[in-house]
């Protein structure tokens, strides 16, 4: 059964990793999926695999700290497909740091992309969900939006701001139709992992290593697969959450039980 026919998605950050894997699936369910993200020849490599595959697909480069590009990223989506129903904000980076250590630029860097660029794409598609009477808002959060985390100040940060604007979204717009939850993902085996290590800064890892790392603190003993993520994702975009709100999804192999 396809659970997204005749919906259109926005996913941003969709050229690797957990927003690529839920782009895939959700044109699996039958939605028409616009991906955003920086790098063309990432995002024009996604939207022809989805294509070949009989998919509904679209590549929009985006840089999601630039409010001119967001706008006419939504623009061109209502242009080409009528009505916005799902966005994922999935973009995002990793920084490390403590309050000490982090710096002015990567503090105000992590900020812009994993808290304003989610209100500012968030903001320009709640006038359309509401003309709509209906919509669907998944945020990307993090396990570390509810718990503590070691040199991750900045990071941890956004997440929990992310936490808090999932929940007053939700409130907010409830009354509209418009629901608003966050997937909140443990350690996830993505591309990053091998070319920059876990955080911005850090060196390059082989997969061997990140997964003997996963293995010594995560109580499933290993990382998720972006798929198992995008599962998560569906789940809160489709109809089977359909009286789900305000909610934070944690998906961390156990990690935040302990």
């Known amino acids: 059964m396809c659970k997204l026919n005749g919906k259109t998605a926005i996913i941003t950050g969709a050229t690797s990793g957990i927003g690529k894997a839920t782009a895939i699936l959700f044109a699996q369910e039958g939605a028409k ?8 020849d990432r995002g ?8 070949a595959e009989g998919g509904i697909c679209q590549f929009i480069q985006t840089d999601h700290t630039d409010p001119e590009a967001c706008a006419h ?11 916005i129903d ?13 309050a000490e250590t982090v710096t002015e630029e990567d503090w105000q860097k992590t900020l812009a992309i994993n808290v304003t660029a989610v209100w500012r794409m968030s903001r320009l598609v709640i006038p359309i969900m509401r003309k709509q009477g209906n ?44 629901r608003v939850n ?6 996830t085996f993505v591309e990053r992992w ?12 082989t997969r061997e290593q990140a997964q003997t790392e996963s293995a010594l603190g995560i109580p499933l003993k290993r990382f998720a ?22 909610h934070l999804l944690l998906v961390d192999g156990g990690n935040t039980a302990q």
């Open 33 to 40: 999926v616009v991906l955003t993200g920086r790098r063309q």
């Open 44 to 51: 024009a490599e996604v939207a022809a695999s989805i294509a």
């Open 73 to 83: 990223l939504v623009e061109q989506t209502l242009a080409n497909y009528g009505r």
């Open 86 to 98: 799902i966005l994922f904000n999935n973009a995002g980076i990793v920084t490390s740091g403590t």
């Open 135 to 178: 919509g669907v808002i998944v945020h990307n959060g993090s396990d570390w939006a509810v718990v503590g985390a070691r040199d991750a100040l900045p990071y941890a940060v956004s997440k929990g701001a992310v936490a808090q604007m999932t929940r007053s979204m939700a409130l907010d717009h409830a009354h509209e139709g418009i």
């Open 182 to 187: 966050a997937i909140c993902p443990g350690d």
């Open 194 to 205: 091998l070319e920059k290590g876990y955080f911005e800064d850090s060196d390059p890892v």
């Open 225 to 246: 697969d972006p798929l198992e993520i995008a599962k998560a994702v569906l789940f809160l975009a489709s109809e089977d959450s359909s009286f789900v709100t305000g």
